[in-house]
């Protein structure tokens, strides 16, 4: 279960990224991808310690590696390009283009699983729902 979330994001974050900014305060509209991505990654791999205890190591391992890199990636693009530009670029049409299908795509697997916490639903709303005014 490697989830590849985090790949297209930092990249496309850090490609974006110029000139330097001290802050590390990852902005609200990026804040909002690492949490549902942590949250309902966690619901994930408790689904997977249900149904395939075997994977559960590999999956929580996984998991921590992808918020991990989200995170730094996000932390890098503020550092860079300063906090309005990253909220900026995590608010635009082209990243959540790129980021929700993603989640989405956990959300699913949650769903048929029925394993989607109200955690995991409200992070996952409070991504969609803007999107859907876009």
Same mark, same amino acid.
């Given at each position: #279960?490697? $989830?590849?979330?985090? +790949?297209?994001?930092?990249?496309?974050?850090?490609?974006?990224?110029?000139?330097?900014? @001290? *802050?590390?305060? $990852?902005?609200?509209? /990026?804040?909002? %991808? $690492?949490?549902?991505?942590?949250? /309902? =990654?966690?619901?994930?791999?408790?689904? @997977? &310690?249900? !149904?395939?205890? @075997?994977?559960?190591?590999?999956? +929580?391992?996984?998991?921590?590696?992808?918020?991990?890199?989200?995170?730094?990636?996000? +932390?890098?693009?503020?550092?860079?390009?300063?906090?309005? @530009?990253?909220?900026?670029? /995590? *608010?635009?049409?082209?990243?959540?283009?790129?980021?929700?299908?993603?989640? !989405?795509? #956990?959300?699913?697997?949650?769903?048929?699983?029925?394993?989607?916490? &109200?955690? /995991?639903?409200? *992070? %996952? =709303? +409070?991504?969609?729902?803007?999107?859907?005014?876009?």
């Amino acid at each position: #279960m490697k $989830i590849k979330v985090t +790949r297209f994001a930092f990249i496309s974050a850090v490609a974006l990224s110029a000139g330097y900014v @001290e *802050a590390q305060t $990852i902005p609200p509209p /990026c804040e909002r %991808y $690492i949490t549902a991505v942590n949250i /309902c =990654g966690a619901d994930l791999v408790r689904l @997977e &310690e249900t !149904t395939k205890p @075997e994977k559960a190591a590999s999956a +929580r391992a996984s998991m921590n590696d992808t918020v991990k890199t989200l995170t730094s990636g996000m +932390r890098e693009v503020v550092r860079r390009k300063g906090v309005d @530009e990253a909220a900026k670029l /995590c *608010a635009s049409p082209a990243f959540s283009s790129q980021m929700i299908p993603q989640i !989405t795509n #956990m959300m699913t697997m949650l769903s048929t699983g029925d394993a989607a916490s &109200e955690g /995991c639903q409200d *992070a %996952y =709303g +409070r991504l969609v729902l803007p999107t859907l005014t876009q």
